[in-house]
């Protein structure tokens, strides 16, 4: 143990205490922190009455929902190989919790709190044949139960940012003993790869396998295609519709301040985070912007229905407000239906890269709308590959302060233009099913390894 981890250890371990009582609070942060502390005695309990004795059990981790959806295609297909295999899918925030019980894994929750008596504890009861992390959500705690232990360590969907703090002393430094520990390395793409080298994994370890996601994108557009029923109506003839997702108030800002320039664009706003306080802000300020009163998510079918009533015209979102040219704008406040409002749209915006956002906050994911076949606009603030892939594929375009509303009223005056950045984008991510069958392998190798590592430990 380094005295980084042996720090890192003592420090989670005097904290939990006082831990419990924060948990206690309303709201995400906290619920992240009930969950981790209770996650090892919840995967213990399932050991108990779920772990098959003699099949190998395969633990995948990632911190959120976007990371755990992304490594959602290697579970059929590690399964295709291992017909017996048990899966056990953790996660370390309450909306991975919601894609890791998606997930076709026997058991879902969340990681347990990062000591080593805890990981320990956990490592024990799961007999897991290999632990693999998806993206870069390497734990010391886990790692090191799991190494000291004789189990694999893999990482698949492998990215580190080139403006990562992961890359800075001294953080770098400090998770070199983590990284080394892993046996294999599933690189996103090779400048990742060579990130990842750089914070201490085994060069001879680490290939570029892509990312499972672009495929984990493709295959959801289809899969919410195929369940048919649309969720909003058409918006009203010659209107653009724009579905701005996962967006934090600087972007919304930035597209109010765009669309007020620019006509016949129905706006549906879906926040990062629709808590009541944040739509009860949000919804006066789309008033002053565009003149017009929104519609809410929760509201449409009461607003509907009270105009019909009245013996007016339909009160859906699609019908024109108070001005000859004004589609009725919408604010989501529901979680769950951004990938289905993808595919109803003209137009996308994803949140989080635009100017004045708070810092830690970056991109969201640009795969689902591009999946959907949507030119995609987001803001300057990014650092992603899948986003400057398909700004170089000419499937994007940055929506950027003085210059946004000419951006936008350039691309809603241009059907034609958007159906050729929409098939650029859809071309960047179905080129992504490779990547499930090389991490897939990867994580195979890892299972074999410490299935012949346990049945030679069983043996002596």
């Not at 990371?67 to 295999?85: I, T």
């Not at 969340?110 to 080593?116: E, S």
């Not at 289905?340 to 994803?350: I, M, R, S, T």
């Not at 195979?444 to 299935?451: P, Q, S």
Request: hydrophobic share 45%.
């Amino acid at each position: 143990m380094s005295a980084f981890e042996a720090a890192w250890d003592l420090a989670l371990t005097v904290a939990r205490p006082a831990l419990r009582l924060a948990a206690r609070a309303p709201g995400k942060p906290a619920a992240a922190v009930a969950g981790r502390l209770a996650g090892g005695r919840a995967l213990c309990s399932w050991a108990e009455t779920g772990r098959r004795a003699g099949d190998p059990l395969l633990w995948l981790h990632a911190a959120s929902a976007g990371e755990l959806a992304g490594a959602a295609p290697l579970v059929p297909a590690v399964r295709g190989r291992f017909p017996s295999l048990q899966v056990v899918a953790t996660c370390a925030s309450p909306s991975g919790l919601v894609a890791a019980r998606e997930l076709d894994a026997d058991f879902a929750g969340f990681l347990p709190w990062d000591t080593q008596a805890e990981c320990g504890r956990a490592v024990d009861a799961l007999r897991p044949a290999a632990v693999v992390f998806a993206k870069g959500d390497v734990w010391p705690g886990l790692s090191r139960a799991a190494a000291s232990r004789g189990v694999p360590l893999g990482l698949v969907n492998g990215t580190v940012s080139r403006r990562s703090s992961r890359l800075a002393r001294p953080a770098r430094s400090l998770l070199r003993t983590v990284y080394a520990r892993l046996d294999a390395v599933g690189a996103a793409s090779r400048e990742d790869a060579e990130r990842i080298v750089r914070l201490g994994a085994p060069g001879g370890g680490v290939r570029v396998t892509g990312d499972a996601a672009y495929a984990a994108a493709a295959r959801r557009a289809v899969a919410v295609r195929d369940r048919g029923a649309p969720l909003l109506p058409p918006p009203p003839g010659g209107s653009v519709r724009l579905v701005a997702g996962s967006t934090w108030p600087a972007d919304e800002r930035a597209l109010l301040a765009a669309c007020r320039e620019v006509t016949d664009v129905q706006l549906v706003l879906v926040p990062h985070e629709p808590s009541a306080v944040r739509v009860r802000r949000l919804r006066p300020a789309v008033r002053r912007a565009l003149g017009r009163e929104p519609v809410l998510w929760s509201e449409l079918a009461e607003h509907a229905r009270g105009r019909r009533d009245r013996g007016g015209p339909d009160g859906s979102p699609g019908s024109r407000g108070p001005g000859p040219d004004a589609p009725v704008p919408v604010i989501v406040d529901a979680v769950g239906f951004l990938a289905a409002l993808y595919l109803e749209a003209d137009l996308a915006f994803v949140g989080g890269a635009s100017a004045g956002r708070v810092a830690g906050r970056g991109l969201h994911s640009v795969l689902e709308p591009a999946a959907a076949g949507l030119a995609v606009l987001f803001g300057p603030r990014h650092d992603r590959r899948e986003a400057r892939e398909l700004l170089a594929r000419g499937a994007a375009r940055v929506l950027d302060g003085p210059s946004g509303p000419a951006t936008l009223a350039s691309l809603v005056a241009d059907p034609g233009t958007r159906a050729r950045m929409g098939t650029a984008a859809r071309a960047v991510v179905e080129g992504g099913e490779e990547a499930v069958e090389a991490a897939a392998d990867l994580v195979a190798d890892l299972l074999r390894t410490g299935i012949s590592r346990r049945r030679a430990g069983a043996g002596a």
